[in-house]
């Protein structure tokens, strides 16, 4: 039984990190229609800045706010470079993104250097005991700041100018533009918020996993199977697919086999294409002939 | 020829189409006309296997054809065109009216990829057959354009000319005139007369009431789902419901 | 080909080509089949295999397809490093050297020969293939799936098939590839390797046979380019792509014909 508790609960931690690669992709995914994969590299774009900041000797919480600000810049530099693509279809703009993932892994492994790398927890490396089982501050920490962030989001999204005209413009761009809404700015937006959400995930997961140039394979593409678990498009849907597919990672790592400990994100993302393609939620249009 | 039964189509708690029967005789051009959204269009899509039937049977010469997909329905003799152009305009306008002879062309591919003699003389000889086709719209001469390159209007007859290389005994023609002009709209009203000097049967629906009345031989009036008045054009164009209808939504005939 | 003339992208191909060199590897091996043998079955087995998640997958457009296809590449290389009895783990697996009929292909010379007569081979009945009422269809499935199926074809069966015939032919060359490098590993499945195959297809130009081959000719003879600047690689490798995707995104292959079309248009 406290095994058990033990597993939901590594399972939810590393859950909600997934959550949080998953909103980003639904972030640009709503307002642009882009799937970006370079999402992953955001994570690892965030999490080895602020190793290295902490290296160069400043303080823990200004290499993660500058951290931040340098994968926004990140997040802007992608969308400039998408709107200067003549071409707009879908599988070049795939592959667009997938060519700046590339990037961001070569550039990590120029500037940064190809070693595994780690960092104190913000919060110490404390822990306390709750039935039975020990659970660390760091991952009660990467609890607190995702469902802040799910949160936050939710306000911005339902109750700001700014995050209502960003809805209008994934609803119906002409219309929008119309409205006198600026979607180059609101895209732009989107583009630096998705990336800024995937830095926090990124500086989270550190102190628990370590991080290095090519962390962010793996993540982005579970971030995008929970992404689509939870109905793409749909940022709650996201945290949900997140958890979901957290905790059944832990649970088959634990009980089964932890060599397929990787493969449960993508056998559950087939299961959900190919039988609701609309997620468990149901309540997205997937695109079916 | 054509036997609709009672169909039935619902979309949500709407329905589009409402236990709606009719038949089309061999040999007529029989249109189906009504406001928009009188389902028209879903009539089509029902009967070539797009959407599924909800109730009722379709029959074509007493075989039950309900529910059988698109691509099926062309081996019995059924083709159609769309109301918004559907031409593939990565391809010429020769290769699209080849598509049309599509069902009587070898396409194995281990011959295919040896290039074998048999494949050879069987493209050359539909060739033939599709430039005869586009003879009659007179666009031989631009067979090996870009479909891309052409104007609507040349596209929707082009649309017809691919139906007939099926060689169909029933052609649905969904709004073949649509967005086109006087001048473009006479000369598709002259190709399917000569669709029908063919004796190919057509259910053509159809907004320019003008071409409805001249070339139909038999008319199907509906109206929100529902049949309103069926006859000849004299006896439509003095039907008092169909009418009443019409001046409703701002049409007059 | 999946790509360009089904209008489709596949994120899988790498995984394919890698299994199905394993099993061709591992049949030549373990059970001491002639390696010619070997690759027939794994033909066999790999084309029955994508035959069947062809269906449910090709239901799929667009960005969806592009997961699943991507999703089932990570399972099949999960696959491939956790069952390491059979496959040898990450560390992969020596390969015997290649025979047909007992004529043995050792130096780098007879292996040039052997791809440059199959590339040959299959570009000359991919061109067949092409210009035949089967490529036609194919064609006419990328330009309007509702037309091709308004005139009697079975737009996802012919789906199917090309799905099929791809995974055959990474098949064959994952294959190949292991036998002549003497060596498999799961890196040859992942999902980077899938990658550089579309990356390969989108850099020639979708939907051009020669395209590709630029492509992987490109993609080939870049990273040994490159192994001066080695630390730059991956660098200057993803910012060549993001160059061609933002500038000439119908590929290079589209850059030829261009110049094909002025010089025409100067002669008249």
């Known amino acids: 039984m406290n095994e058990l508790f033990g597993f939901l609960l590594s399972g939810v931690t590393v859950g909600f990190i997934y959550a949080l690669v998953g909103i980003g992709f639904t972030v640009i995914y709503n307002s642009s229609g882009i799937i970006n994969f370079s999402q992953g590299e955001f994570v690892m774009a965030g999490g080895m800045s602020t190793v290295f900041l902490l290296k160069a000797g400043l303080p823990l919480g200004v290499s993660f706010i500058l951290a931040i600000m340098i994968t926004s810049l990140i997040g802007i530099i992608l969308y400039k470079l998408i709107s200067f693509s003549k071409d707009s279809s879908q599988i070049s703009l795939i592959i667009l993104t997938l060519g700046f993932a590339i990037f961001l892994r070569g550039l990590a492994e120029v500037v940064f250097d190809k070693e595994l790398h780690t960092m104190p927890s913000f919060v110490g490396d404390g822990s306390f005991d709750m039935f039975g089982t020990t659970l660390t501050y760091q991952s009660i920490l990467i609890m607190v700041v995702s469902i802040v962030i799910v949160i936050f989001l939710y306000f911005f999204f339902k109750k700001t100018k700014t995050g209502q005209a960003m809805m209008a413009a994934s609803i119906n761009v002409d219309a929008a533009r119309l409205m006198g809404i600026n979607i180059k700015k609101i895209l732009m937006i989107n583009f630096a918020l998705s990336a800024a959400i995937a830095a926090i995930g990124g500086v989270l997961l550190t102190p628990i996993t370590s991080t290095n140039y090519e962390v962010g394979i793996m993540l982005g593409l579970k971030g995008f199977a929970a992404a689509i678990i939870g109905g793409l498009g749909n940022p709650f849907g996201a945290v949900a697919g997140g958890l979901v597919l957290g905790i059944l990672e832990s649970l088959i790592a634990g009980y089964i086999s932890s060599e397929y400990k990787d493969a449960v994100a993508f056998v559950v993302m087939l299961g959900i294409l190919f039988f609701m393609p609309g997620g468990i939620f149901g309540n997205t249009k997937a695109q079916r002939v | 020829m054509l036997k609709i039964n009672s169909v039935t189509k619902q979309f949500g708690g709407i329905k589009a189409v409402d236990d709606l029967s009719f038949r089309v005789k061999k040999g007529h051009i029989h249109s189906i006309i009504g406001p928009n959204g009188a389902g028209k269009t879903t009539l089509v899509n029902m009967i070539t296997g797009v959407y599924k039937v909800d109730h009722g049977t379709i029959f074509l010469d007493g075989a039950d054809i309900t529910n059988i997909t698109t691509d099926k329905l062309v081996y019995r003799g059924i083709c159609r065109t769309f109301q918004n152009l559907e031409i593939c305009e990565n391809l010429t306008v020769l290769e699209n009216v080849l598509l049309g002879f599509d069902k009587y062309m070898d396409k194995s591919i281990i011959k295919s990829c040896f290039r074998a003699k048999s494949i050879l003389e069987d493209e050359k000889r539909h060739k033939d057959r599709a430039l005869h086709l586009l003879s009659l719209i007179g666009l031989e001469k631009i067979a090996n354009q870009k479909a891309e390159n052409l104007s609507y209007g040349i596209l929707k007859k082009l649309e017809i000319i691919r139906a007939l290389g099926t060689s169909p005994e029933l052609i649905l023609l969904d709004e073949p005139v649509a967005g086109l002009n006087p001048k473009e709209t006479a000369e598709v009203a002259d190709l399917i007369k000569t669709v029908v000097a063919d004796e190919v049967t057509i259910v053509l629906v159809e907004h320019d009431m003008k071409m409805v009345m001249q070339i139909s031989d038999y008319i199907t009036v509906i109206n929100f789902g529902k049949k309103l008045a069926q006859g000849t054009p004299e006896e439509i164009v003095n039907n008092k419901d169909v009418i009443r209808a019409y001046l409703g939504s701002g049409v007059v005939c | ?268």
């Open chain 3, 1 to 268: 080909m999946f790509m360009g003339y089904a209008g489709q992208v596949s994120l899988g191909h790498g995984a394919f080509a890698g299994l199905g060199g394993y099993i061709a590897v591992i049949l030549s091996s373990n059970y001491e089949l002639s390696p010619l043998f070997s690759i027939f079955i794994s033909v066999i087995t790999m084309a029955i295999l994508a035959f069947i998640i062809s269906k449910p997958i090709l239901r799929l457009k667009g960005h969806y397809l592009a997961m699943a296809t991507l999703g089932v590449g990570v399972i099949i290389s999960i696959f491939l490093n956790a069952e390491d009895e059979l496959t040898g783990g990450s560390d992969g697996m020596s390969v015997d050297s290649f025979s047909i009929f007992g004529y043995e292909f050792t130096d780098n010379l007879q292996w040039y020969i052997l791809c440059a007569v199959l590339l040959v081979f299959t570009i000359w009945m991919f061109t067949n293939l092409v210009d035949s009422p089967f490529g036609r269809v194919l064609k006419s499935i990328q330009g309007s799936e509702k037309a091709a199926n308004s005139v009697g074809i079975n737009v996802s069966h012919y789906k199917s098939i090309v799905f099929v015939i791809s995974v055959v032919i990474a098949t064959i060359s994952g294959s190949l590839y292991a036998f002549f490098s003497g060596f498999i590993s799961p890196a040859e499945a992942s999902f980077s390797h899938s990658i550089e195959l579309v990356v390969m297809v989108v850099l020639g130009g979708l939907g051009r046979i020669y395209g590709a081959i630029i492509g992987a000719v490109i993609l080939t003879i870049l990273p040994q380019l490159l192994t001066s600047f080695e630390d730059y690689q991956t660098l200057i490798y993803g910012a060549i792509i993001i160059f061609i995707m933002i500038f000439m995104p119908k590929g290079i292959a589209s850059l030829f014909n261009d110049m094909k079309r002025r010089l025409l248009a100067k002669d008249k």
